[in-house]
């Protein structure tokens, strides 16, 4: 009873049992976990030999007292409608939705909600997962879950209000600078004769390399910008066209995305 259930073995849901017994924060006999279909089912079974697999949501809602929705969006409140007859009330649902409200969650379940938005990057233990608990949350509960999420990497308390910012920047960044990343390679390998695995190569090499520097040394971008941009360079050629269109493009992308968080849980 006292155990975690995952529901939901897609990208989020196998990362985190992934993460939470790789770590060690779990063993496979605290963990029970069911997903739509039979083949994410076995393909978690054989992963996890041992590890609880049940058959239906339901039964996760009987057996464990943390339940971690981590379905879609728009399937999230249709799972918590069909769990919610068979709970006590006691439990601590954690939900991994983006885009779907404390109020909305907790009109459905009226005992304690936790919303937490994890990036794919702790599939390595970086990154942040973003949290944000309820007002029915217990002191132990909200330990328990932040607990369990600092095993695959950092945690951030945030306030619901700054979690749409916060989930483009921490939980859709790295689809965003993947894209960065592949455009800046495809551009130069376009224009020079540099094979396209090779700009790749390089190129998410540069990014990482840049954000270790950045992290490790607490320079501003501008700061870097400055060091590598010799006067009247190569590298200033580059920076200036960026800083003139990327404002653009960034309030332009960051101003649709947060249009479909408004609307991806309905
Ligand atoms: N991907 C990210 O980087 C990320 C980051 C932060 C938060 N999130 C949030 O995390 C949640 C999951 O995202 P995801 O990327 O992991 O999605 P996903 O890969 O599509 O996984 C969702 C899983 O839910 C299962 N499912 C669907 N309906 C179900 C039902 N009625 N009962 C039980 N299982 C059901 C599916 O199972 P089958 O495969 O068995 O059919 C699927 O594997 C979303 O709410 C998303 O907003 C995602």
């Known amino acids: 009873m006292n155990c975690i259930g995952v529901i939901g073995y897609g990208h989020m ?3 985190l049992v992934n993460g939470f017994l790789s770590s ?7 963990v029970v976990v069911t997903s739509r279909s039979q083949e994410s089912r076995d393909a978690c079974a054989a992963a996890w030999p041992g590890i609880g697999i049940a058959r ?3 039964e996760i809602a009987r057996r464990c007292r943390t339940v971690i929705l981590a379905v879609r969006p728009q399937e999230t409140t249709e799972v918590l409608r069909e769990i919610v007859p068979g709970m006590d009330g006691d439990e601590h649902v954690v939900s991994l939705a983006a885009g ?3 109020t909305e969650l907790e009109g459905l379940f009226s005992g304690s909600v936790t919303r937490a938005i994890p990036t794919i990057t702790s599939t390595i233990g970086q990154g942040t997962t973003l949290v944000c608990h309820g007002r029915q949350v217990g002191m132990h509960d909200a330990l328990r879950v932040e607990g369990l999420f600092s095993s695959i990497g950092n945690v951030m ?6 979690l749409p910012a916060a989930t483009i920047l921490s939980s859709c960044g790295p689809g965003l600078l993947a894209a960065v990343i592949e455009e800046l390679a495809g551009a130069t390998a376009r224009a020079s004769g540099l094979a396209p695995d090779r700009a790749l190569c390089l190129a998410t090499e540069t990014a990482a390399a840049t954000a270790a520097y950045l992290r490790e040394t607490g320079e501003t971008p501008g700061d870097l910008v400055g060091r590598v941009a010799t006067g009247g360079g190569v ?16 309030d332009e992308t960051v101003a649709a995305m947060l249009v479909r968080y408004g609307a991806v849980g309905k």
């Open 100 to 102: 779907v409200g404390l």
């Open 56 to 58: 239906a949501n339901r």
């Open 157 to 162: 308390l945030v306030e619901e209000d700054e």
């Open 24 to 30: 060690g924060v779990l063993g496979v006999d605290e």
């Open 13 to 15: 849901g196998s990362m």
């Open 235 to 250: 590298t200033e050629a580059g920076v200036k066209g960026l800083r003139e269109r990327l404002p653009q493009v960034f």
